[in-house]
């Protein structure tokens, strides 16, 4: 896979199955910043907890360690990937955040394992199908729902997957997405978010949902 440079001058990749890029042109790392890190408000909780839907080339896990080991507090993070990317092409995709590269280099030197640790927080990566992995209950106070989009990998985003990333949620806990599409955003609010559109950065609206109420389920039987 071709290293493109995004306009912030970060690096991603383009996937020719899906056909689409890992990261939005106008940035990788201004939308791991803006949305996934800022719209959870991961850069202001004492104790992240972060579950991600699609690990890719780990630019928001760098940036949510970046924020955790400049503010002194420990990350969790447990990530599915069904398709991780080998070493080599990881090593490439340089990102400037000076703290959380040199962890990131000592991730690389084992990677891929299912767990990497240290004093800054753990990484956990569960390899495999988000539609089948098996997630902890009321564990994660932000999810980062960021596979391809909803058109290229429409099974990611689909209602069973959306109620089981609401039960993960701590009350209160936010997911953040950069898909404002209609069907999405209703099956959402179905799985028990409170909605936000929140303004994109180069696009018109991202999804902001918080884990306010108990999850909605369809009823069956009489
Ligand atoms: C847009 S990229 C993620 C970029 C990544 N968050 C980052 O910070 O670099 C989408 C990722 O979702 C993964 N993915 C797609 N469908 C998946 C599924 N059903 N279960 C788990 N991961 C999936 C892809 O393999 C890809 O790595």
Not at 54 to 83: C, D, H, P, Q, T
Request: include cysteine; charge should be positive; glycine fraction near 10%.
């Amino acid at each position: 896979m071709e290293v493109l440079y995004t306009e912030d001058g970060t690096p991603t990749l383009f996937h020719p199955a899906y056909g689409e890029a890992y990261h939005p042109r106008q940035g990788a790392l201004l939308q791991a910043r803006r949305l996934y890190l800022e719209r959870t408000r991961t850069h202001l909780h004492p104790a992240p907890r972060v579950l991600e839907v699609g690990l890719g080339l780990l630019v928001n896990f760098r940036v949510a360690l970046e924020s955790a080991l400049a503010r002194g507090v420990f990350l969790r993070y447990l990530a599915v990937e069904k398709e991780p990317l080998p070493r080599e092409v990881l090593s490439a995709i340089r990102l400037p955040l000076p703290l959380g590269e040199r962890v990131f280099g000592e991730i690389l030197e084992a990677w891929p394992e299912e767990r990497f640790s240290g004093p800054w927080g753990e990484l956990r990566v569960v390899f495999g199908d988000i539609r089948e992995v098996a997630l902890p209950a009321l564990w994660a106070t932000a999810v980062y729902l960021d596979p391809f989009s909803p058109k290229a990998n429409p099974e990611a985003w689909e209602a069973p997957v959306l109620r089981r990333l609401r039960l993960a949620l701590r009350r209160g806990g936010v997911l953040a997405t950069y898909s404002a599409q209609g069907a999405f955003r209703r099956a959402l609010k179905e799985a028990g978010f409170r909605l936000h559109r929140v303004p994109g950065v180069g696009k018109r609206e991202w999804t902001v949902g918080i884990a306010v109420e108990a999850p909605r389920f369809p009823c069956s039987g009489g």
